[in-house]
């Protein structure tokens, strides 16, 4: 398995409206999607698009998150992911567990906020990032 391009990188936010208010004043960033919220993953989601890539601004939509622990240690939030392309999910989780790297929760991808399915790689398997793999969007 090879990974292919850089799809977008996640960053953990106290406040998606605020983060986007951010990215578009400080950088100029002003293309960023509509918040949705994704009650079954616990947390908000909103993109700001860029000619080359995305952010992804995640913000946790209650206590029970997966990502209020990384707040409470970063409160001001900070980069969560990074995530990337490959051409087949179930290729690449068999050969992520071939290799001995650990994919989070039960192991079977499951469908993320591009709406294709995702799975995690232990940052511990990739040097403290944690790593998301997208199965590649239709274009």
Known sequence: MKIGRLNHVGVA???????????????????ATETRDFPHLGVKVAFVHLANSEIELIEPSGEASPLHKFL?????GGQHHICFE??????????????????????????????????????????????????????
């Open 86 to 139: 490959v051409a087949d999910i179930i290729a690449a989780r068999d050969d992520m567990l071939a290799k001995g790297a650990t994919v989070l929760g039960t192991g079977e991808p499951y469908i993320g906020a591009h709406g294709v399915p995702v799975i995690f790689i232990h940052p511990k398997d990739s040097h403290g990032q944690l790593i998301e793999l997208m199965q590649e969007p239709m274009r």
């Open 72 to 76: 409470e240690r970063n409160p001001k």
């Open 13 to 31: 936010v106290p406040d998606i409206e605020a983060a986007k208010k951010t990215y578009a004043d400080l950088y100029g960033a002003d293309d």
